[in-house]
């Protein structure tokens, strides 16, 4: 167990809806980072957040959006969703941006968007 | 970011000494290497990471040479509850980690 919860745990949406997932981050940890992953491959970077500010962000459209509360959980957001956003979403929680930090992955969220 | 090749898949069989290696050519000088485990449908996990020369944990060792152009991952007498998908990654931070396809390790009884 990482300490990093994700919520909910399966999702199904349809086209041209919106979603958010959620995350909470391993205690003593300020940086959450978000991966979504498609089946069969590794897992795509898609934005990363330091103490409540973006830290960084994938080759992702803005449709991804995100947001970390003061607490350090957070949330990510889909728009418009589309089929190929079907997939799994992994939080990760780091206790800084260094170089040395490990991030540590939740269990992801399965979304599948019909 | 440093791009890693690690081998597709490998097969062992139960009770056996698995190396996985990894390349990273381009590994900037303050890059990291780190390895992940990763189960279906589960998120990755930590499995170690190093710098250079030798680190060892509860679970696996990692052996970097100097030149750090490569690395190996040793897990010693592997069960079949490592079957899983295992990823190399070099990061110069913690912003984002670069994730390749990995490898397909299977233990066999």
């Known amino acids: 167990e990482t300490g990093v919860t994700q919520s909910p745990t399966h999702l199904i949406k349809t086209r041209g809806q919106q979603v958010t997932l959620r995350c909470s981050s391993q205690s003593g940890h300020n940086t959450v980072s978000w991966y979504q992953q498609a089946l069969g491959q590794g897992p795509q970077f898609i934005f990363q957040?330091?103490?409540?500010?973006?830290?960084g962000r994938g080759n992702f459209p803005p449709r991804f959006s995100g947001l970390q509360f003061p607490n350090y959980s957070s949330e990510l957001n889909v728009n418009a969703l589309e089929l190929d956003d079907s997939a799994l979403y992994l939080c990760?929680?780091?206790?800084?941006?260094?170089?040395?930090?490990?991030?540590?992955f939740g269990a992801g969220t399965r979304l599948s968007v019909l | 970011l440093a791009k890693t090749t690690q081998p597709i898949s490998m097969d062992s069989y139960e009770g056996q000494e698995v190396n996985i290696t990894c390349s990273h050519n381009?590994?900037?000088?303050?890059?990291?290497i780190t390895w992940y485990q990763q189960f279906p449908s589960q998120g990755p996990r930590f499995i170690i990471q190093?710098?250079?020369t030798k680190v060892t944990n509860e679970v696996a060792s990692l052996f970097i040479p100097a030149d750090r152009k490569s690395s190996t991952l040793s897990l010693p007498r592997v069960s079949l509850s490592d079957t899983a998908v295992y990823y190399c990654?070099?990061?110069?931070?913690?912003?984002?980690?670069?994730f390749g396809s990995g490898t397909q390790l299977t233990v066999l009884p």
């Open positions: 990654l070099t990061a110069g931070s913690a912003r984002q980690l670069t």
């Open positions: 957040y330091y103490r409540e500010e973006e830290n």
């Open positions: 381009n590994i900037a000088t303050n890059d990291y």
């Open positions: 190093g710098y250079k």
């Open positions: 990760a929680s780091s206790a800084g941006t260094g170089q040395e930090n490990i991030q540590y």
